[in-house]
């Protein structure tokens, strides 16, 4: 059987990775400043990672939503301390664009309404109506038409307020910086105008936090720097530094019921593990912190090479803006220089998501790579 072509390939295999750095199987060795699309947030095989990941393994894998797994109630935990998100509760699931549409599903629920408002350039997964809020029609079939999305620009506050004054909006779903669309960020201003609407039209304000979440920006949320608090937030990616595990971090105001959401494999005992691997490991090796400085150092760097337009981005979640397409400089990258590094909806913009330790010596073989290539 062949398998079904949805990505073109880059001819790499990796069969083993560590740290920073993945290998083929003739023993190549590769810089991963790509992070497998932000997901690899402690490091390849962190030894914390292993270690729980087996000793849950020995113990009990898996089972299914309708006992008791207080390895959740572990996370959930966590996650508070970690975030200071304090009137939350956590709903555990698989990936990023189940978060969001889970995210969705519950805004609808709550405020019995179904509008949705998204943002042009916006991703958020390729479930349903998470697809149906993402701004790129190439990848959407009829069944995601259906769903009634308004696009708005980011910062456009005259657009916002007629829709929102509507009053039929559900939900408003955001990303803090975009990832998959090329870094942009709305003006706080922006984002508080749409948090106090949310509060006057009983609409959910959802900040997609699947991508920035888990300190991949210096912060454990993206949306702190604007100082307001979601009504919804999904998590993913970097969550289970490549276990598949999501999650959705809801305001108590919204009440669970019964047979509202549901999952067969979310929250299991080895994603669970895998996100308190993750949890510890931040807060041990102070990653936070790293992304920050790293991130600081990146743009310090990157500045000084002329043909780069604008850096873009925060803490390690980042871009390189360029005036021409950069699809064949990023091959150069991997195949002259071994480095992998990410694309983006705009064709101009070279994305770094580097694992969440990576140090300033990984950043330099990039600057030296860059310098080469740019000549
Ligand atoms: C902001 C954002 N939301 C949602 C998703 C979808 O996540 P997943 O691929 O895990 O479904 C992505 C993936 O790139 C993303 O960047």
């Known amino acids: 059987m062949n398998l079904f072509e949805v990505y073109p390939l880059f001819k790499i295999n990796p069969t083993k990775a560590k740290g920073c750095y993945i290998y083929d199987h003739d023993g190549r060795k590769y810089l991963d400043l790509y992070g497998g699309h932000a997901v690899i947030s402690i490091g390849h095989r962190h030894p914390n990672y292993i270690r729980n990941i087996k000793n849950q393994l020995n113990k009990i894998g898996f089972y299914s939503n309708y006992i008791i797994n207080d390895l959740q109630e572990k996370v959930a935990k966590k996650i508070k301390s970690f975030s200071k998100c304090e009137d939350y509760e956590l709903f555990m699931c698989n990936s990023g664009a189940e978060a ?23 991703f958020h997964g390729r479930s349903n109506a998470a697809l149906s809020s993402t701004d790129y029609e ?40 975009q990832g998959v669309g090329g870094l942009d960020e709305p003006e706080t201003n922006f984002v508080k105008l749409m948090s106090e609407l949310c509060k006057k039209y009983n609409t959910c304000l959802i900040a997609d936090e699947v991508q920035s979440g888990f300190g991949r920006t210096g912060d454990f949320f993206a949306f702190e720097k604007h100082k307001i608090k979601p009504d919804i937030i999904p998590v993913a990616k970097g969550m289970g530094n490549g276990f598949p595990v999501g999650g959705v971090l809801i305001n108590k105001k919204i009440k669970s019921k019964y047979g509202m959401l549901g999952t067969t494999f979310g929250g299991n005992h080895l994603a669970c593990s895998a996100t308190i691997s993750v949890l510890d490991t931040l807060k041990q090796e102070n990653l936070l912190n790293n992304a920050k400085e790293i991130g600081i150092y990146f743009k310090k760097k990157m500045n000084e090479i002329s043909k780069i337009k604008k850096i873009k981005g925060r803490g390690l979640m980042l871009g390189l803006e360029f005036d021409f ?8 990258l991997i195949f002259k220089h071994f480095i992998f590094t990410g694309g983006s909806s705009k064709k101009n913009i070279l994305r770094i998501l580097p694992p969440l330790n990576v140090k300033k010596k990984h950043i330099d073989v990039l600057y ?8």
């Not at 889970?102 to 019995?112: E, P, R």
């Not at 397409?325 to 150069?332: A, G, I, M, P, Y």
């Open 100 to 122: 969001n549409e889970n995210s969705l599903q519950i805004a609808s629920f709550h405020t019995k309404k179904s509008r949705i408002i998204a943002f042009k350039n916006s």
């Open 138 to 177: 190439k990848i959407k079939s009829e069944l995601n038409k259906q769903i009634n999305v308004t696009f708005l620009k980011f910062n456009d506050y005259k657009s916002l307020e007629k829709e929102m004054a509507k009053n039929d909006v559900s939900a408003i779903i955001f990303e803090s910086i």
């Open 325 to 332: 397409d950069t699809s064949k400089l990023r091959k150069d």
């Open 368 to 375: 030296n790579a860059l310098n080469t290539e740019l000549k």
